[in-house]
Nanobody, 120 residues
Framework: QVRLEESGGGWVQTGGSLRLSCSAS????????MAWYRQRPGNLRELVVG???????NYADSAKGRFTISRDNAKNTVYLQMNSLKPEDTAVYYC??????????????WGQGTQVTVSS
């Protein structure tokens, strides 16, 4: 079993910054992509940014220039530095990881989500 635990959400004013963290634990053999998704009120869950274990990234247009993903592969942890936050960034942010477990297949795992609220 694999668990993704997020932290770092909260409330911030427009223009502020937050840093999210997500650590994966459990029966992990390999992790490929670690990513951040978000679900804004009334919207579908959408990709914010993903990073492979080799460091390649894929940013949503809304995140480019403001958000930065980083990863510590030794700790199975991914971070999301969010700067210049806007009210439209208000959402529940979810961590996602493609994980191969020991003796098992590759599967997608999700964290429980962390609320980010940006006030105007």
């Amino acid at each position: 079993q694999v668990r993704l635990e997020e932290s770092g959400g909260g409330w911030v004013q427009t223009g502020g910054s937050l840093r999210l963290s997500c650590s994966a634990s459990g029966n992990i053999l390999h992790i490929n992509v670690m990513a951040w998704y978000r679900q804004r009120p009334g919207n579908l869950r959408e990709l914010v940014v993903g990073m492979t274990n080799g460091g390649s990234t894929n940013y949503a247009d809304s995140a480019k220039g403001r958000f930065t993903i980083s990863r510590d592969n030794a700790k199975n942890t991914v971070y999301l530095q969010m700067n210049s936050l806007k009210p439209e960034d208000t959402a529940v942010y979810y961590c996602n990881a493609e994980v191969q477990t020991v003796g098992g297949p590759w599967s997608d795992y999700w964290g429980q989500g962390t609320q980010v609220t940006v006030s105007s």
